[in-house]
Structures are given as C-alpha cells and as structure tokens.
C-alpha cells in the first residue's frame, strides 16, 4: 500500500501568494472595473536587456543546424557561463572559487527548497522571522523542526546571535521581506556562531545586485571562514529579470564538510553533485546562454540602467510614505520596502490598501510572527503604477 | 551540528554515464587520433524543427518589450501549453483530463526524481529490471528499499506480475534501456495488481512518440481504472529533441489517493501542486512556447519526420547486428536497441566495442542485475554515424 509523506499533511494549507491572489480576485469580481495595481509579489516588470535576448536568439540558431545543437548539458551547468560568474561576481570581489564549485541551476527557489536532499532531517532549522516562505515550507514538508528568530526594528532587522544551537541557518541578505542589509561585521558575527557550533549556512543572496553601498557586502564569501561553513544561493532573476527564463546559481566550497552519523565528516560538493546528477538534467542552453549574456560589456550596463530604475523606485516609495507619516525601512540597498503599518494588523492593512486604494501590498504576518505590524512593497513595478499606487496609498491614508 | 542525509554515504558512488565517460576519456588519451562514435547516452543530435525555434524566438522577442514581458509564470506552467496537451496527447486517444491535472516541469527527469518528496520513506520501491538509474539512485538516496523485477527475453522484458507486494511502482514502455514496449492486456495487469494492492504506478512514458503500432497503448490513462492509481510523466527531450531546452510534463489526475498515516485517504493532486508551489517556479517561458509549437501543423509534421529518422536508424541498427549472429530486441517502437553479448560480460564487450571500433555503447550491467549479458544502442545518432558504428561493429566480431 502506497503512503504518502504525511508532513505534507501537516503543514499549513494556504501559502502567502495563493490567500493574497484569492483576495485580490474576490474583490475583483465585486468591482470589475476596478483598476489593480500590484507591488505585492516581487515579479519583475521591465523588458530583458537585448545583449541577453541577441545571445538567446542566437542559442535558438544554435538549434537549427546538426553542427552548433546543444543536446543533454552539463547537469552542473556549462563551463562558459561558470567561468563567468567566478570572474565576474567573485574573483573582482577577491574571492577566489573553482568552476567544479558553481552549480547551475533553473533559479535560487529550486535549488533553496532541493538542498534539504542532502540534509538530515533531524537538522533544527533556523530561519530569520520574518521569513520567505519557500525555506519554512520545504523544511516542514520534510518534517524537520524550524526556530524563528526575530528581526526587528529594534536589532536593526538582522537577528540577534541565537544563544541556543541551529544546525542550519537560513540567511537573505538583501533581505526579503524586509529589505535590511547585513553589515561585514554583522555576517563575521553569523559565520563565527556557524564554526563554533558546526551550523551550515545556507546564504542567499539574490538581491546583491541592488547594493550601492560599498560597505555591504555582496556574497558571504568576504568573509573569513565561511568557504568552511556556507553555501551561498544565487538568481538571476532579479540581476538580469530573469524570472520567466529561469537561471541560478549555487556555490558549495570544496572545503565545506558537515557531520555523518558515523562521525565522519562528509565534503558537500560531491554531495550535491550526485544529487543534481540524478536529479536534474541541466537548466535550459538558451537560458545559460542569456545569462553569459549579462556578464558582457553591453550586458551589464544593460542590467544595471535596470536595477537602478527599480532602485529609483525605491527612493520614491520610501520619500512618499515617509512623508505621509508612515515608518519606512529597506529599499536603499534591496528591493524591498518594509513599512509598519498603522495599526498592528498588516491583514488588515493589506485589505484597506486593496479596497480603499486598490494597491495590492504583501501583508507581513505572511512572512511569519515578526512579520506582523508591517507591508512589504516591492519596487519591482513600472515607475508610472509606482507613482501612481503611493499616489492612492497617500491619499486613502 | 549540521547532518548530513546519511543515505548519500551509503549509495553506490558511481553514476552509469560517469564510468563511460571515464573509460572513453582514457581510452582518447590513450589514443587521440581516434574518431570515437557515441551510440551510449541517449541523447538526440538532429535540430529543433523550424516551428519550435520560430516560436521560441518569438518568445524572447515578447520578453523585450514592457507590454508583452513574462516574468513568474504558473508553477503549474501555462495553460497555453497543458490544454494543447489535453487536446492532443489525450483527447485524441479518448482519455479526458483536466489542466489542473497537468503540470509543466523542466524534464521528466526532474519530476520522476522529486515525486519522491511526497511520498513516505517507507514505501517499498519496484523497478523492472534493467531500470533507468534515476529511479534507483533517487529512492536509495531517500532511504528507501527497493525490489527488482527481473526482465528478460524469457518474459519479453515486461516483467511478471509480482506476488509480493509493492507500494509503488516504476514502469517505463516503451522501456529504456530494452526496448521493449507492453501490450493493452500486459498494462491491465499491472493496472489490476495496483488497484487489488493499493499499489501506486509511476508511469515514464517518455518515448511514447516512438511507438508505431496502433495494438501499443501510448499512456497508462488507455487502461480502465489507471487514473486511481498511476501518475504519468512525459518529456518533450525525446518527442521533440528538447534534451537542452528543457520542457517534460507530469499527470497527476484528480481521482488518485494514497494513504495517509492515520489512515485518511490523500488525493496526490494538490500535495504535488503544493511541492511544486515551494519547490519551483515553473519552466521558462521560452521552452513553454517551443514546447507550444510542438502541436502545431507544422511543428508535428516536422517533429514526427525527425522522428521517423530515428526509427530508421534503429531498423539499420537492428537488421544489420542481426544479420551479423547477434540476438537483437526493441527498436521498433522504440529509440533504444537491446543486444545480447556475445559473452555474458556487458562491461567486456563495451570495451571490445570501444577498443576494437571506437563504438561507445552502455553495458547493460550498468541498468542493474537483469541487464548483464547486453548492451544497449541508441537510435538517436545521425545516420552517417549510426551506418559507420554498425560497420565497424561488424568488422570488429
């Protein structure tokens, strides 16, 4: 008799974006000719850099003739854009990693929610709260124990070192939800609770890009130590708006070793390497392609011009609502606007801001316990609908 | 302290196509003059009919312009693509099903790996026998124990009907690596033993599109009661020759359950939904509408005559071995070439094979016990290469 994994029914029925679009829809039936605008999910809204979509083109033309077919790839990605990422995002960054450490992958949210594969699922979880959902939900349809550790205004939104021992740590720097960034003090703090007490980091980090501060850093890898106790998870769908074409990137270290149960310590590389050799044929030619792309000359001021619109999203969304009298955070180096809301009910808040503005926001409590109290906005909307919705969010204030 | 999932240290270390590549890589150096003919991993090398990358090009030219942009698509993937499915893959053959009973994933690999995330780890595990490793390597991997159901020329490859029990159950038909396809009638019973056992059937219907005889059931869905017990995958790799661009698809209808722990009855439909809702984010956009084409006048007739290239090399692969003494079976609804070995040593004759012609097949020891004693050939080479193999194949007995 075949039985299914019963965590699954255990855990919770509804997630975030499914309660969020049944709400936007029944008030969409109610008033038809209501005009939406959504700054909830973080989708991206501008058009692909043409350096990305010529060498997509091209990838497709590689597809016509017998002599220039890509068949079955690398399933750990092929070494063009590999090379690349090492080149690009961390050798000019002084961090020195091997191709052999790059998996390729069809984005950050397959290879965050996969990674338990190779993980014990007696691990206790740790995860900063609020939280993106994906790690809370992988983690329990596997059956493991998850410890939430608040971020707040008051600990700057980063988390207070845990006294207690985690076994693995979920980190998002650029945050998401909230925006926050982590200072290179902070995440030397993160890396030096992770070697003391044998934590595996898992980094993600697939809002670097919207960083300007020099001080911030982009990958964890800046700091010392964590080659030896982190795995960092990389997208990209927010660099390159990437969302619909699906393409990521994880590094697992070759000096990176965790515990088995016969006490022997076990290198993770070859680890994940055989899990995604069978379970996983390689992300698409045509989209590796595209992402090699964004790593060209005309590529990245391409990408860039991008997120710095998206970023001048920001700074509009964090003015206007502060000047509305609304406490903003987030938003200068992410994505992200993380805002209290009026009252401590962010459902609520969700609803008054679809009905009396018809602007859809995330509601916090979504995000977990520490979520409540706040909205997420993203800036990932075009600049006339951004302008427009703080404009009816001001107004029904 | 971080664990590891104990199983990886367990498990075989050595994939299949890893230990070819090693011995084909020593070999080469060995011999760099060699002009060595792949006939081993299953990969197409004819190009993307002109429907597919037409359609795929218009794609990427949606994603430069604001207004017809796709980011995040459905996880579920896109209703274009699942109703085209229904309509054409089903419909036509009677068999009614619903888009929300189809998921769009990036490669059946990927799905027949992951549906073991919602399945519990106690579950006995069935394989016929020679079996393609991701079944095997993907349960063992969760810790779960699996039976082997031998195949042989005694049985037509189709494995008897087990008298113990199992709780779910790989079959693939047509089969890599044998060839063999199964009957209505011989389908029946395996229907009949899941349904009298609470057996779930995993269904790979990958090389489908090969079958020519009309007596040889396409989907396990032709069978009568096959919906309250089977899920079906599928792949446009082999249909189509998206082995790079990546598209498959999986079929969980609405009526199958499954048991649960406190002996509630599960439908498996919304629990995968909900893994794929954490896990992934859908294909991209771009194979979705290649993947589109697919269904198109032209892109069938072009896709089918691609197709009808591979049979014809499988009758070149089959009539000229056979003429040679060698015993042969598949190929003929089906890409892949079962050969007995002259002696029983599968691993010694891909070595003559690849000494002696610079030929490179898989050794059927490597699909598990029943698989010693023959080779497997691939029908997907280009014809030059499949007549050239062959010939130096027959010199080289």
């Given at each position: 008799m075949a039985y299914i994994n019963d965590n699954f029914t255990k855990?919770?029925?509804?997630?975030l974006f499914a309660e969020i679009a049944k709400r936007v829809a029944a008030y969409k039936e109610a008033n038809p000719a209501a005009k939406i605008i959504s700054l909830g999910i973080g989708d991206v809204t501008q058009p692909l850099a043409s350096a990305v979509t010529q060498a997509m083109k091209k990838a497709v033309d590689d597809c016509t003739t017998t002599q220039n077919f890509h068949g079955y790839g690398p399933e750990q990605g092929y070494d063009f854009l590999r090379s690349k990422i090492i080149e690009n995002d961390y050798a000019k960054r002084g961090i020195s990693l091997t191709v052999d450490e790059i998996f390729i992958s069809d984005g950050a949210k397959s290879d965050l929610g996969n990674i338990g594969d190779i993980l014990s699922v007696n691990n206790i979880i740790g995860v900063t709260d609020p939280v993106y959902p994906v790690y809370v939900d992988t983690n329990s349809m596997a059956g493991r124990t998850i410890k939430y550790i608040p971020c707040t205004a008051e600990n700057g939104f980063t988390g207070d070192i845990p006294s207690e021992k985690i076994d693995v740590m979920y980190l998002c720097f650029p945050n998401n939800p909230t925006g926050a960034v982590i200072t290179r003090q902070g995440l030397k703090q993160w890396v030096d609770y992770a070697l003391k007490n044998d934590t595996l980091i898992l980094y993600d980090s697939a809002y670097e890009a919207f960083i300007t501060d020099p001080a911030i850093p982009h990958s964890i890898y800046e700091i010392d130590g964590s080659k030896e106790c982190a795995i960092e998870f990389r997208s990209f769908s927010k660099t390159a708006g990437f969302t619909g074409i699906r393409c990521g990137y994880t590094v697992i270290p070759n000096e990176l070793k965790i515990q088995s149960e016969s006490g022997k310590r076990v290198a993770l590389n070859p680890v994940w390497n055989r899990r995604q050799c069978s379970k996983f044929n390689g992300a698409s030619y045509i989209s590796q392609r595209g992402a090699e792309a964004v790593f060209s000359a005309e590529g990245y001021s391409q990408t860039r011009a991008t997120i710095q619109y998206y970023l001048t999203n920001a700074q509009i969304i964090r003015d206007s609502l502060s000047k509305s009298g609304l406490e903003v955070f987030g938003g200068e180096n992410a994505p992200y606007i993380w805002v209290r809301t009026p009252e401590h009910d962010s459902w609520k808040f969700f609803d008054h801001l679809l009905h009396r503005a018809q602007v859809v926001v995330t509601p916090g409590a979504g995000f977990g316990p520490s979520g409540e109290g706040y909205i997420r906005i993203t800036a990932f909307g075009t600049r006339e609908n951004t302008k427009e919705a703080i404009e009816r969010i001001e107004r029904s204030l």
């Open positions: 855990i919770q029925h509804r997630y």
